[in-house]
């Protein structure tokens, strides 16, 4: 199993110059050849391949005025290359935005494919040495590959992937193995199964299968709002270009970097509390891109600020959770996001058409049950998630009449944001589309 570990590293002033010409010299190179492809591809209609790309470096080096290149560890080079092909890869397949040039201020990293190791404490690194490294874990395995990073408020940081074979793992899943083959109703449950519903008053409303609890987002960040808006008027005073204006930039990335340390560092403990709490997690398969569009992203709730321009927050807390939980053996069950885990009934199944956004708590008008709604959709996905375990098979196949694609765009999946009712993009109808045509049942609608 890969495993990835980030630690922070404190390079000593030489060292750290060294670093900038290399960060420097894999920057130009990304600059210059993404120029070159855009120019070659603009003449004969055909961009640059990677090995096109790394003999022509072969022979820049060779050229005097650009000779300083091979200060650089070369392998760095050429991954640079590598992830300006990929970067090429991503944007043709409609992955990802054309590549842009990078710049000197903001974050960049360089990628060592070999050749680092863990030396007195510290990481060692080809021309460069050995770096003071706060390094948390044991590592015992081979270091594959380093990739090290600088901040744009000038801080270094260092991610080593390297492979283990995590004995916790496979002793957990064997419990695990035990706890999936039984069915749904049986009490030999190994670990404790939980649902989750995300939502915005309170993050996320745990049931598992005894109590329901919910926890509050953070509320510290608004701390930071008000020091972020003063920074951020402060730059807008500056002149385009000036020096101060370039150390106010800092400062002002200075609070955004706060901000997301919070976050992350509160999504790291409440993932870790899910993760050490539970064996099995169900949560709804949130688009978080389609989030990110709608209102809500921008919406001026305390929140917003945690779910960050892309909706992270719950994207990331479910990489969190995902991850922690494989790697002891757990799982997250990511139940499909047309379940309208909200509409029904906890006890009887009724499902409720009516209900509207703004409904924070209703009472089933077949068995009279009085529902909290954040409650309610935590039991619902739960007992999805067991439905799914029990039949395992891993997608949620609903009874397409109750799939109405209008309804159901703004059915479980729509989220209240200050009573606006936030509309998810059209990607749910594409989705739709596959899931009928995956089902036996053909759609009537
Ligand atoms: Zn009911």
Same mark, same amino acid.
């Given at each position: ?322 991850? @922690?939980?494989? &790697?002891?053996? +757990? #799982?997250? /069950? ?6 309208? =885990? %909200?509409?029904?009934? $906890? ?31 935590? @039991?619902?996905? &739960?007992?999805? +998630? #067991?439905? /799914? ?6 997608? =949620? %196949?609903?009874?397409? $009449? ?44």
């Amino acid at each position: 199993m890969l495993n990835v570990l980030k630690v922070r590293i404190y390079p000593n002033k030489q060292q750290e110059i060294a670093l900038n010409r290399n960060l420097g010299c894999a920057r130009f190179v990304w600059n210059y050849y993404l120029n070159k492809t855009n120019s070659q591809y603009q003449e004969i209609g055909k961009g640059m391949s990677y090995c096109q790309m790394a003999k022509d470096l072969t022979q820049l080096k060779k050229i005097s005025d650009y000779e300083w290149l091979t200060e650089a560890t070369a392998a760095t080079l050429q991954q640079a290359l590598k992830n300006l092909e990929s970067a090429f890869k991503n944007f043709f397949e409609k992955r990802a935005k054309f590549p842009r040039f990078k710049s000197k201020h903001k974050k960049q990293s360089i990628r060592y494919p070999e050749g680092c190791s863990i030396k007195k404490g510290g990481l060692a690194l080809p021309k460069i040495g050995v770096v003071k490294a706060k390094i948390t874990r044991q590592i015992t395995d081979k270091i594959k590959s380093v990739t090290l990073s600088k901040t744009s408020t000038d801080k270094y940081f260092a991610c080593l992937l390297f492979e283990t074979e995590d004995k916790a793992t496979i002793s957990k899943s064997a419990e695990c193995t035990d706890a999936f083959g039984v069915d749904s109703q049986s009490s030999r449950v190994v670990g404790k199964i939980s649902g989750i519903d995300l939502g915005l008053s309170s993050l996320v409303t745990v049931f598992d299968g005894e109590k329901t609890y919910s926890i509050d987002p953070i509320k510290p960040i608004r701390k930071y709002a008000k020091q972020l808006r003063r920074r951020q008027q402060n730059l807008s005073r500056k002149v385009k270009g000036s020096s101060n204006r370039q150390k106010n930039i800092k400062r002002v990335a200075k609070v955004h970097e706060k901000v997301a340390n919070t976050r992350a560092d509160f999504l790291h403990k409440l993932s870790r509390k899910l993760c050490d709490e539970n064996q099995i997690v169900v949560a709804e398969n949130l688009n978080i891109k389609g989030l990110a569009r709608t209102k809500l992203a921008k919406s001026p709730t305390p929140l917003a600020p945690l779910l960050g321009g892309d909706g992270g927050g719950f994207g990331m807390l479910l990489n969190f959770l995902s991850y @922690k939980l494989e &790697r002891e053996g +757990g #799982l997250l /069950i990511e139940v499909d996001r047309f379940f309208p =885990s %909200t509409k029904l009934c $906890s006890c009887c199944n009724f499902k409720n058409n009516l209900l509207t956004l703004s409904i924070r708590d209703w009472v089933c008008p077949e068995c009279q049950t009085h529902h909290d709604r954040d409650e309610n959709a935590a @039991k619902n996905l &739960r007992q999805e +998630g #067991l439905r /799914i375990l029990s039949t395992s098979q891993p997608r =949620s %196949t609903l009874k397409l $009449s109750e799939v109405e694609v209008p309804t159901n765009t703004e059915g479980h999946s729509e989220f209240q944001a200050c009573g606006e009712t936030v509309r998810l993009v059209n990607t749910c109808i594409k989705q739709q589309v596959s899931m009928n045509q995956e089902s036996p049942v053909t759609a009537s609608a």
